[in-house]
């Protein structure tokens, strides 16, 4: 993790401060009130199971134990008495009959099975083989009886268990003793683990939950900051949509707006900058207009005056006339094109029918090609939808914005080829409004033409005055709609006009 | 929390404990003679003795007594050397005396007193080695004594406190701190010498 996100992440923000305190008292209320449940849970089912009633039936059972082992040391001492003293066995001794002593002995013992050998060096030694269905450790012990002046030597094998069970149970009793004597601190051992675990897992749900609103407070974060830069006038923010919750929502509705904002920037602008040029060419037609008929005028008095004979000075004369009428003439088409510019009229928007309008464009089209001497070079195809397509629109400035295309377009196929082409105008209807496009097979437009084509007195063609294409934006622009230009799929140049609709349901 | 974990936390606490411990307890008289480097120490813990202790060791269960004796040096927390004086009592309930079993060997005892005095009364006992004390030569060392009467020993205490099954997390951590606390000395009693310098 680098430096700054682990500072970051150490140092929340007051938005994350308040995830933070709400994930706090929700989990450390809910933990508190769990450690209280599982504390006295824990203490209570220690208590049942460990208790001094168990503790005493323990001991009671080492007791038994002990008593068992002491009650068999007593038997084996009885027994072993019994022999020492036995009158028929002190008989046989007296009259030295070994036989006899044996025999008295092993009758005696027969049925003691942890009787193992009886000595009485050097005349008696008897021994008593077992058979142990299951043989086990012995321990040997030796009990030893005077007879005589000599020692009746009798040895056991006293079952190793007797000694193991007592031993056993006896730690067992001592080690439950100690685990009742400190259940508290057992218990209390089993709620302390229990709650640093819990604590534990709470600091990591909380690191969690820190990680997880981060992500939703960076977003935010970048919010404020893309809204301070558009509050500076930067309308070229667009925050990333990274997923699909409703602060993306309001991301993607954030970046919308700004949008719609610099383009309608933009359309301000631009309809500014073109009632510049309005302007612009109302002075310099009015300026330009005045003083042509003087010249033609004056023009023609020369011409007229001359009553020389000189011919050569004549023809000089009368070709410098119609030079300058040819300029004249000219300049009043330009004048009447500033002209023209200068008075376009505002957008008027009125229900109209796509399909309709359409039509219209379509019945224009021969009248064009006639007026361009295109017909039956170029062929201009209008495609649209079937249906009624109710939209807001000033038809006429909006088929003038048509024809400008659509005479550019098909002024475009004519100089580039001497066989022909095609002009295709397309409709369609969408949910963000109606796209109407002009479409050509001609030369194309330079890509970085694509924005410049649409200022005031840019042009490329021979005797094009550069307000075309402006007043088409214009046009379009107080529509409310947008137009680009761009490459066409059939190798010529495209414009695409996006217009809104007047439906209100689709607006 | 893995075992692993929890024993070295605990013998890390252990240590610091033991070390900041053995600074406040009380100062007897400990003979301590050094016999080719090696320190022998020489003193009684017989105050471990009282009439619980005396009833359990003759119960004829097998019961220990443990002494510790570490080394430091003086001021210091970390042990030079130590060594211990374990002995398994048990009173043969057959023969009536005391088996006391020390390391590998066994001896009987008649009565209980010979069987304590054998225990806590420690004579002689050499703690650690020369090497040990090798570096110390000239500087002051100090003894501490712990005598404990019948600690659980760690394999006994695994066998009487096991864990639980695996899938229950809170379960062994919980039965290792039990078990340190269920298995230690039911009695135990500590003192430190006095320093010593450590002979050249």
């Known amino acids: 993790m680098r430096p700054g996100k682990l500072r970051g992440l150490l140092r929340p923000t007051r938005f994350e401060r308040k995830i933070l305190l709400a994930l ?236 719609d904002l610099a383009e309608s920037r933009a359309r301000v602008e631009y309809l500014q900058r073109i009632g510049g040029w309005q302007e612009f060419a109302r002075r310099l037609a009015h300026e330009i207009k005045n003083p042509l008929t003087p010249i033609q005028l004056a023009a023609q008095e020369m011409r007229d005056s001359y009553g ?131 479409r050509d097979d001609g030369p194309g437009l330079d890509p970085a033409d694509f924005e410049r084509a649409f200022d005031p007195y840019f042009t490329k063609k021979r005797e094009g005055t550069g307000l075309g294409l402006p007043i088409v934006k214009k046009i379009v622009l107080e529509h409310g709609g947008s137009i680009h230009a761009k490459a066409a799929p059939e190798g010529g140049a495209r414009f695409v006009l996006h217009l809104p609709l007047s439906r209100p349901e689709l607006d | 929390l893995s075992r692993g974990t929890v024993a070295l936390i605990a013998v890390l606490s252990t240590l610091c404990l033991a070390a900041a411990a053995w600074a406040g307890i009380a100062e007897r008289p400990l003979q301590a003679q050094f016999r080719a480097g090696v320190p022998h120490v020489s003193f009684s813990a017989r105050e471990l003795e009282d009439p619980k202790l005396r009833r359990a060791l003759e119960s004829g269960l097998g019961k220990q007594l443990v002494v510790t004796v570490q080394a430091f040096p003086s001021g210091g927390e970390q042990a030079i050397a130590s060594a211990t004086h374990a002995c398994r009592v048990t009173f043969d309930l057959w023969e009536e005396d005391f088996v006391v079993r020390i390391g590998n060997q066994h001896e009987r005892l008649p009565s209980l007193d010979a069987v304590l005095s054998r225990c806590l009364e420690i004579r002689a006992l050499p703690v650690g080695t020369a090497d040990d004390f090798r570096p110390y030569v000239g500087k002051r060392v100090f003894f501490a004594v712990r005598a404990e009467f019948n600690p659980i020993s760690r394999s006994r205490c695994h066998g009487l406190l096991r864990s639980p099954g695996s899938a229950d997390p809170i379960g062994p951590v919980v039965v290792n701190i039990v078990r340190r606390e269920i298995c230690r000395a039911e009695k135990a009693t500590e003192f430190r010498s006095a320093d010593v310098e450590v002979p050249r």
């Open chain 1, 24 to 259: 706090a008292v929700v989990a450390l209320g809910s933990v508190a009130g769990a450690l209280l449940l599982v504390g006295s849970a824990v203490r209570d089912a220690y208590r049942t199971g460990v208790n001094a009633s168990f503790g005493d039936d323990l001991a009671g059972g080492v007791e038994v134990r002990r008593e068992k082992l002491l009650l068999t040391r007593t038997v084996t001492r009885l027994l072993a008495s019994r022999i020492a003293d036995d009158a028929r066995f002190r008989d046989a001794l007296a009259e030295n009959d070994a036989e006899a002593a044996a025999a008295r002995i092993e009758a005696l013992g027969a049925s003691h099975e942890a009787l193992e050998r009886v000595r009485l060096a050097p005349i008696v030694d008897v021994r008593f083989p077992r058979e142990h269905d299951e043989p086990e450790e012995r321990r040997a012990v030796v009990e030893k009886r005077p007879v005589g002046d000599a020692t009746l030597e009798l040895y056991f094998g006293i079952p190793e268990s007797l000694f193991e069970d007592y031993q056993r149970a006896g730690d067992t009793a001592e080690v439950y003793a100690r685990l009742l004597e400190r259940r508290d601190f057992v218990s209390g051992t089993y709620v302390a683990i229990y709650s640093a675990l819990v604590f534990a897992i709470t600091l990591l749900a909380a690191g969690i939950g820190v990680i997880l609103s981060r992500r939703v407070t960076e977003r935010v974060r970048s919010l404020v900051h893309a809204t301070r830069r558009v509050g500076a006038g930067d309308l070229t923010v667009n925050v990333p949509v990274k997923s699909d919750d409703e602060v993306a929502e309001l991301i993607q509705s954030f970046n919308d707006m700004v949008r």
């Open chain 1, 308 to 438: 020389g004979d000189d011919e050569a000075h004549r023809r000089r004369l009368e070709d410098a006339v119609a030079i300058i009428q040819e300029e004249v003439a000219t300049l009043r088409r330009l004048v009447s094109e500033f002209t023209d510019f200068s008075r376009l009229p505002k957008v008027k928007g009125e229900p109209a029918d796509l399909r309709d309008f359409l039509h219209e464009i379509r019945r224009s089209v021969p009248a064009l090609l006639a007026d361009l001497g295109a017909d039956g070079l170029v062929e201009v195809r209008v495609e649209g939808p079937k249906g009624v397509v109710p939209v807001e629109i000033d038809s006429m400035m909006l088929k003038r914005a048509m024809d400008n295309l659509i005479r550019n377009a098909v002024q475009a196929v004519q100089e580039s080829s001497a066989t022909g082409g095609h002009v295709y105008v397309t409709a369609e209807v969408g949910a963000g409004g109606v796209t109407l496009e002009v």
